[in-house]
């Protein structure tokens, strides 16, 4: 077999990393840089059939590293990345050598999964390693200049399709610790998780914290008092703007009230005229006629009445006091506020108009504060969500010590609800609340977590 050799581009430290860890001090980032080259010099080094391991960059501290590391390197300007590879293989390959380059922020790679992919490349043409994005974490080429390269997004496709026009080979494997380049800070939560990764890179990463489950709540203050017709997107987002807040792969929660206010889900008390039963309610327990008969308009059934409390059945099929209906905060004296008529399709219509403004990825949950049967105390409940799978369903998956999962689905959208309303107290005036740390992304609504009343055994 030809000989091999192996070509690392690296970048100059200065402009390492700029996206990965906006929030951390040069001097880390550019740590983290050299770590990462450091293990890929090491996973390459213990390769059998490489012969060479070289690293190109324009950077001198980063050539000096990497020849105490025991590669060489080659200290050039950097005229790109395709045009620096290029230049690199013309002056350390020759003849029929076949050329390895690895991208220098592979930092998980596994040395036997680089052997698969030198044993599985042509006599001639390419073998390549494509990246979860679409890219090419690692490609060999047999001779060095089979095909130029053409590293970049969608390279994957890209050097497939140059290996068809020059009329050679390409083999493509689906290597896993190849799969990931380190190029954003999902990247490092999911790089932690292979244990090929390189002891130096890991290290950095749990020095910092990166992968250590974590969620970070902000609540949206300043947003004026919301009245009918008001672009709550618009509130919502200014809001966040002025705090610093960038709703963007997060979940934002709602309080209902404000939702139900800008689309006009608000009743003057004056304009109700109460119904017998509304009046008979009423005076046995001791309530107002109007917001009784406002209840059972939005009610479907009364499911328990007692004590003076009120506990019935909404049309969306929510079991709560008084249907929802509140009239605290309201923004006008005798005024009550309702639920809104599908939390759900709010939701969807909160995230699409704050998606449009700029916003996002994110998902919207529509929360409001329930009781809960044989407990005292409140906790908000998601009403409606968009944008986010209100249940995680575990089920056929293992615990932590790999017993099976047969009944575990959790509440994800009520579980956000909840935390939020830590910060959505009724005297603090905070209607909604960013959470960072959860991902976006599911399908599904509130109204798909109501049981069948055909399982429910309090029924």
């Known amino acids: 077999m030809t000989a091999t050799t192996a070509l690392v581009p690296v970048k100059a430290l200065a402009a390492s990393k700029s996206r990965l860890f906006p929030e951390r001090p040069r001097a880390d980032v550019e740590a983290l840089s050299l770590a990462m080259m450091g293990d890929l010099i090491a996973c390459l080094r213990a390769v059998d059939g490489l012969d060479t391991v070289w ?18 390197a080659l200290l050039r300007p950097d005229p790109g990345l395709n045009a620096a590879l290029e230049a690199g293989a013309r002056e350390i390959a020759h003849g029929d050598e076949a050329l390895l380059v690895v991208l220098g922020d592979v930092a998980a790679a596994d040395p036997a999964e680089i052997a698969r992919l030198l044993e599985a490349a042509p006599a001639r043409g390419v073998a ?9 974490s690692a490609l060999l080429r047999r001779p060095a200049d089979a095909i130029p390269a053409r590293f970049g997004p969608d390279s994957a496709k890209a050097h497939r399709e140059a290996a068809h026009a020059a009329g050679v080979a390409c083999v493509e494997l689906e290597l896993p610790s190849l799969a990931i380049d380190l190029d954003v800070g999902e990247d490092a939560r999911a790089i932690l998780a292979l244990p090929t990764l390189g002891a130096r890179t890991r290290r950095l990463l ?3 914290g990166v992968g250590t489950p974590r969620l ?11 009245k009918p017709g008001d672009d709550l ?14 709703l963007r792969d997060g979940v934002l929660v709602v309080c209902q009230k404000v939702v139900s206010k800008a689309e006009g889900r608000v009743v003057a008390l004056a304009n109700v005229e109460p119904s017998p039963e509304a009046r008979r309610i009423a005076e046995e327990d001791d309530k107002d006629a109007r917001q009784v008969e406002l209840v059972l308009r939005e009610s479907t059934r009364i499911v328990r009445r007692a004590h003076g409390v009120l506990i019935t059945e909404t049309h969306h099929g929510f079991v709560c006091a008084n249907a929802g209906v509140d009239l605290s905060n309201a923004g006008d004296a005798d005024t009550a506020v309702l639920l809104p008529v599908d939390p759900d399709a709010s939701a969807r219509a909160l995230r699409d108009a704050l998606e449009a403004r700029g916003a996002g990825p994110l998902a919207v949950v529509v929360s409001d504060t329930f009781g809960r049967p044989w407990r005292e105390g409140l906790v908000d409940l998601a009403l409606g969500c968009a944008g986010l799978a209100p249940i995680d369903d575990l089920r056929g998956g293992r615990d932590w010590e790999g017993r099976p999962l047969e009944v575990t689905a959790t509440a994800t959208a009520d579980q956000l609800a909840a935390a939020a309303g830590l910060l959505m107290r009724k005297d603090a005036g905070i209607p909604a609340v960013w959470v960072d740390g959860v991902q976006p992304g599911g399908e599904g609504g509130v109204r798909d977590t109501l049981r069948d009343p055909a399982t429910d055994l309090f029924r």
């Open 206 to 208: 749990e020095d910092w």
């Open 216 to 226: 970070s709540l902000s609540g949206l203050t300043g947003v004026p008092s919301v």
């Open 55 to 72: 690293v190109t960059t324009p950077d001198a501290t980063v050539a000096e590293r990497a020849e105490a590391l025991g590669a060489r």
């Open 233 to 246: 997107a618009a509130l919502l987002d200014t809001a966040a703007s002025a705090q610093g807040v960038a």
């Open 128 to 136: 390549l390693a494509p990246s979860s994005d679409g890219g090419t």
